[in-house]
Every structure is written in C-alpha cells, then in structure tokens.
C-alpha cells in the first residue's frame, strides 16, 4: 500500500493497576488506505475499543500508550499534546460511539450540537453552519432535515440518533473514521440501512474507517478487509472474502464456524472451547493455545512473526496445506 492515510506500528497500551500490568493492546500494526474500511473484530475484552480510543488519544489514567506509532496523513499523532490532539479530533479524526445517547447532550437540540461541533474548529454564520448541518442530516438519511435540527435528542427513535452521531462525525469530512459497534444496538433492517450508507459515504468523501465490531457477519459485509483481535493482538488480517474463505488462523476459522449461516438447520452450534485469557495473566507464548486443538509444545513460545498489511496471522500450525508463517 502507498501512502496510507494512517499507519499503526507496533501500538501497544497498557493499563497500570493495583492488581498489574493490563496489557490490553499489545503490538498492534496496520494501514488504512483512503476511503477503505477495515473491519476489527472479535470477542469482547480483545482490545477492540482501547485500540480505537489509543488512535484519538482517549485513554484515561491508569491507561496509557507504552509503545508504537500512530501516524495520521504523516504527523505523529502519539507525540501530540492534549492541546494539538483537540484541533485534529473531529477535523481530521473522528469516532463513533456505540451509544449514542452518551454522545448526545439531552438539553441541546440537534442543531445546537452540530453547530458547536463545526464551531470547534471553523467559523462559520449561523445560516451556512445550519445548511451543512441539515445537508448532513439528508445524507445519513434524516428526512425534513431543516426541521428536524430544532428537534431534540429524545425526539428521535435509536437509529435516528445513531443517523445524527454519524452525520456529526462527518461534519468535516475527517480522513478517519473510527466506529464502535455503532449499529449493535439496532434492529437488522436499520442496521442495513446504515451499514449501506456507510459505504457509499466512505466511496463518495474518501473517508477511511475503521468499523469495531464483536459480529463478523455484519461487519464482513461492509468492511473490505478484516483485522480478527484476540487478547490484545491482531492474530489475522486481510482482505474480507480471502479471510473468509480461507482463514489460516485457529481462532478466526472459530468465528466464523460459530456463525449461524454456517450451520446446519436443526443442528447445534460450533463453540470455541474454554474463555478468553484475563490480561493480567497471559500465558508465555500464545494467548490462544490453550483453546486451540492445533496447538503444540511450540506454541509456548511466543510466536516471533510480523504480520503484513496484505495478508498475515500469527500461528506457528496455520490452517490449510502448505500454509507458511509471515516473518
């Protein structure tokens, strides 16, 4: 890939606890392209929101970036001050929230908080804020938009106020977008309405995202490559239908044989044998070898493997014949 948007090496954050070290990312690398989505899945406690809130610098104490590199449009985003951090949030960068009744303020109309939001970091009048506000509203799908920006949040159904969280993020055309699990609260018709929309969005502004998910099947569907984390780490990334199609990794072919679609009708489902590893206490080599029936005394050991942008996973006994590790 030339010249990503954004490029994620090494990115490790960790949260210092009375109890220890939470090392809920651990070496995380990947590059996003102009108007690509990424899909990043997997179980809840993988690391999934933390890397999304490490790329906007986020975390809150006991939390903090203990290594790696985060670069936006080439400017180091890591080194920032909370003050430089502020100007690009929103403008160049921007997130999701997948509740949106944390994101909105109740007091405030709709109209209100977009114009703030443009505020932030252009001065515009009263009269071209409201026309970019109501022409975002019409793009995420809000009708009567001119209307609906004196209408407060709670006027709204769930997936109107998840329509208005997005049409705020975009109020700038940001280069990224970042989105956590912003449509699992919804039904699946209006989840494919949005899913829908995102990527004609991300088609027509150039905006790249990076969509959060713990459901491979939605995010399969709208993301063109995937990135499957398990305990703090990408195990396997690449392109969606090769990933699918052929995972080499134990833990991605796991989700996608747990899958509804891929059953059977009247037979049980495929489960991935035991939990997830607490952070506090990873075992010496790979998080995944105790629930892997692949697994050998190699496995101990931590794996040393690079994983490229293109296509990689992080197991010495990938699936499928004549499978080699990336190095």
Partial sequence: ?????????????????????????????FDLARGEIMGLVGESGS????????????????????EGSVK????????????ELRTRRGRE??????????????????????????????????????ARAAELLTQVGIPSASVRLRSYPHEF??????????????????????ADEPTTA????IQAQILFQMRDLARETGTAMIWISHDLAVVSSLASKL?????????????????????????????????????????PLTQIPGATPSLLSLPPGCPFEP??????????TEPNITLKDSRGWRCFHPIGQNAEVLT
Wanted: charged letters at 15%; aromatic letters at 4%; hydrophobic letters at 40%.
């Fill in 72 to 83: 936006l449009n080439g400017t180091e985003l890591t080194t920032l001050s909370e003050k």
């Fill in 157 to 178: 159904s769930g997936g109107m106020r998840q329509r208005v969280a997005i049409a705020i993020a975009l109020l700038h055309r940001p280069t990224v977008i970042v």
């Fill in 186 to 189: 919804l039904d699946v018709s």
């Fill in 47 to 66: 690391g999934k929101t933390v890397t999304g809130f490490s790329l906007l610098g986020l975390v809150d104490a006991p939390g903090r970036i203990v």
């Fill in 93 to 130: 960068i921007s997130m999701i929230f997948q509740d949106p009744i944390a994101t909105l303020n109740p007091m405030l109309t709709i109209g209100q908080q977009m114009r703030m939001a443009i505020d932030a970091h252009e001065r515009l009048s009263a009269r071209a804020a409201n």
């Fill in 227 to 267: 990135a499957v984390m398990y305990a703090g780490r990408i195990v396997e990334q690449g392109p969606t239908a090769n990933l699918l199609r052929d995972p080499r990794h134990p833990y991605t072919a796991g989700l996608i044989a747990s899958l509804p679609a891929t059953a059977k009708p009247g037979t």
């Fill in 291 to 300: 629930r892997c029936n692949h697994a050998t005394g190699r496995c101990g």
């Fill in 1 to 29: 890939m030339t010249n990503p948007v954004l490029s994620v090496t090494n990115l490790s954050t960790h949260f210092f606890t009375r109890n220890g070290v939470v090392k809920a990312v651990d070496g995380v690398s």
